[in-house]
């Protein structure tokens, strides 16, 4: 076999991997897409659900220093009330 039969079976089995690999992607964003359908349709809020598995991928420290920053952010704006004692 040449060397460019070669190269171009390994280039086909290469981007065959890919087009079952995006098809599985596929196949798994529906899937998620009809759970947040299903959520939604129990009365759950989908765009709080996804803010909530976002922060979930985050590891404490990286979440603590993001609310902190967050807080600064919403005091410096002045939209978090003022607690009186």
Known sequence: M???GVAGDHLRSFIERIE???EEKKTISD???EVYAEAKGNGFDAKI???VVRIRKLDK???MEQE???DLYL???GM???IRD
Do not use: F, G, K, T
């Open 2 to 4: 040449s060397e460019q």
């Open 20 to 22: 079952r690999l995006e």
């Open 31 to 33: 899937d998620i897409r």
């Open 49 to 51: 659900l996804r803010q």
């Open 61 to 63: 420290a990286e979440r």
């Open 68 to 70: 902190a920053i967050l």
């Open 75 to 77: 005091h410096a704006l």
């Open 80 to 82: 978090v009330p003022e």
